[in-house]
């Protein structure tokens, strides 16, 4: 048994919240983070007798994603009951789908650094999202907030394509860049805007048979996405070594230990007694209707990154990082607009912007610098104004005091030094100044020309421009 070598099998159930400013099936407001049970009325809360009106926009929202996810729109859709009893239902049931989905068959194409793999997507569904129940801070209670019931859901269910946690990481990331460039889904993982359940298992290489599925649930993070199956995979693996029995359960990832542990048995389908909800007619979407959800939809991630490679002459890492958002791309191209040249804005944008943004903790949606600053600055580099040394001093500056290149440049005097005679006198002290170096180096000691660079732009404190100095100290260390 330890010779055997195991195939991964994923699949994953991502729900992601839409971005209605009303619930589903009634009136009240999504909005996240207000007081407790604020935000509720008869139908959320499922009193006796309320009926539910499905949200218009909530349908629209699905199908504008099945469509840019490749998926087929059902001309024929109901919801369903799916029965169950948690504290944070109220109604014993959530109010889903089952047999009859809004989209089906669909597919995105990922790369999680092994080329481009298309996953398989099963069917995306619109359903209502439960309450809250709070553990913490409640003593011997439990309380539960139903601000979040009747919040509406999309839970777009994959294939089990996925064969390694490194491509179920890469795959949500492609479906949250998908969602927030149509502006279905904020994709606010911390609020639980975006979250997923991992089906996994593990079967010797070579088997078609899959082996005892466990569900990860509820994971809100690609980092805990990939730590959580990364420790599944292998104490699957293990066990099976071990001759111990792998149980059809579901699994709750603890952050603290970095282990998953079992929470309940995982139940099937005919558990939750699906029946087509009797309050609520099926739908069927006009095709005119849908035909126009598709011309709204805007240029997508992939379509995008082809065009910044084959439009910009990117190579294909800064075109996947830069479509990686719809903000950043469009960020990307403001800036070419006002003539930056797009392989420097490109290093500028992934270097120094991103490392700030990252220190920051904070979205190109909340940068403080502008297309037009960064511009600005690149102007200034090529008129040699400033050298691209002192360039990311003033970047800096510009980001954190928001004042413009040429204010931080002139309070701080740092317009590069070009002038051939007031370089050339720096050259001749340091050659003055160092005279063992200098007869090293005109004897053919050509490494020590980088000492005399770097003694200039000492003396310059920076500003001396490199292209002058080279080219000054080439002809005076040859005597000339």
């Known amino acids: 048994?330890?010779?055997?070598?195991?195939?991964?099998?994923?699949?994953?159930?991502?729900?992601?919240?839409?971005?209605?400013?009303?619930?589903?099936?009634?009136?009240?407001?999504?909005?996240?983070?207000?007081?407790?049970?604020?935000?509720?009325?008869?139908?959320?809360?499922?009193?006796?007798?309320?009926?539910?009106?499905?949200?218009?926009?909530?349908?629209?929202?699905?199908?504008?994603?099945?469509?840019?996810?490749?998926?087929?729109?059902?001309?024929?859709?109901?919801?369903?009951?799916?029965?169950?009893f948690y504290p944070d239902l109220p109604k014993g049931y959530q109010i889903s789908q089952y047999e009859l989905p809004v989209c089906e068959h669909g597919h995105v194409d990922i790369n999680a650094g092994e080329g481009t793999r298309r996953i398989g997507i099963t069917r995306i569904h619109i359903e209502e999202d439960a309450g809250k129940n709070i553990h913490e801070g409640a003593g011997p209670y439990s309380f539960v907030d139903l601000n979040r019931a009747g919040v509406p859901l999309m839970e777009i269910v994959s294939e089990p394509d996925l064969r390694n946690p490194k491509e179920a990481s890469a795959y949500m990331r492609k479906l949250r860049a998908?969602?927030?460039?149509?502006?279905?889904?904020?994709?606010?993982?911390?609020?639980?805007?975006?979250?997923?359940?991992?089906?996994?298992?593990?079967?010797?290489?070579?088997?078609?048979?899959?082996?005892?599925?466990?569900?990860?649930?509820?994971?809100?993070?690609?980092?805990?996405?990939?730590?959580?199956?990364?420790?599944?995979?292998?104490r699957q693996i293990s066990a099976i070594k071990n001759g111990e029995p792998i149980f059809q359960e579901t699994r709750l990832w603890d952050t603290v230990t970095g282990t998953t542990q079992s929470m309940r048995s995982k139940e099937e389908a005919h558990d939750y007694r699906y029946f087509p909800e009797p309050d609520l007619v099926p739908f069927m979407p006009a095709k005119e209707w849908v035909e126009d959800i598709r011309s709204a939809i805007p240029e997508l991630p992939d379509a995008r990154r082809e065009r910044f490679i084959s439009d910009y002459g990117l190579p294909e890492y800064d075109a996947e990082l830069l479509t990686?958002?719809?903000?950043?791309?469009?960020?990307?191209?403001?800036?070419?607009?006002?003539?930056?040249?797009?392989?420097?804005?490109?290093n500028w944008i992934m270097g120094e912007l991103m490392r700030l943004f990252n220190e920051d903790g904070i979205s190109i949606e909340e940068s403080p610098m502008t297309p037009a600053g960064l511009v600005e600055l690149l102007k200034l580099i090529d008129a040699g104004t400033i050298?691209?040394?002192?360039?990311?001093?003033?970047?800096?500056?510009?980001?954190?005091?928001?004042?413009?290149?040429?204010?931080?440049?002139?309070?701080?005097?740092?317009?590069?030094?070009?002038?051939?005679?007031?370089?050339?006198?720096?050259?001749?002290?340091?050659?003055?100044?160092?005279?063992?170096?200098?007869?090293?180096?005109?004897?053919?000691?050509?490494?020590?020309?980088?000492?005399?660079?770097?003694?200039?732009?000492?003396?310059?404190?920076?500003?001396?421009?490199?292209?002058?100095?080279?080219?000054?100290?080439?002809?005076?260390?040859?005597?000339?």
């Open 387 to 480: 050298s691209g040394k002192i360039a990311k001093t003033v970047f800096e500056d510009m980001y954190k005091s928001r004042k413009t290149a040429a204010e931080i440049i002139k309070e701080k005097g740092l317009v590069q030094i070009s002038g051939t005679e007031e370089l050339g006198a720096v050259i001749d002290q340091v050659i003055s100044s160092n005279p063992g170096e200098t007869e090293r180096c005109r004897a053919g000691e050509e490494k020590l020309f980088g000492f005399f660079v770097g003694q200039v732009m000492k003396a310059t404190k920076g500003k001396g421009n490199p292209a002058v100095i080279n080219e000054l100290l080439k002809k005076k260390l040859a005597g000339q």
């Open 1 to 84: 048994m330890s010779t055997i070598k195991f195939e991964t099998v994923i699949g994953l159930e991502v729900h992601a919240q839409l971005l209605t400013e009303s619930k589903i099936f009634c009136g009240c407001s999504t909005k996240f983070g207000l007081p407790p049970n604020s935000q509720t009325c008869p139908v959320c809360t499922g009193m006796p007798g309320s009926l539910p009106v499905l949200n218009e926009k909530a349908l629209l929202f699905t199908i504008k994603t099945g469509l840019a996810t490749n998926c087929s729109i059902s001309p024929f859709s109901r919801f369903a009951r799916k029965n169950y």
């Open 178 to 234: 998908i969602l927030r460039y149509i502006g279905v889904c904020d994709g606010n993982m911390e609020q639980g805007s975006l979250r997923c359940d991992a089906n996994i298992s593990v079967r010797p290489e070579g088997s078609t048979r899959f082996g005892t599925k466990v569900e990860l649930k509820n994971m809100n993070s690609f980092k805990f996405v990939e730590k959580a199956l990364e420790y599944e995979v292998k």
């Open 324 to 346: 990686s958002e719809k903000a950043l791309a469009e960020w990307f191209e403001e800036t070419l607009k006002l003539g930056a040249q797009p392989k420097a804005a490109s």
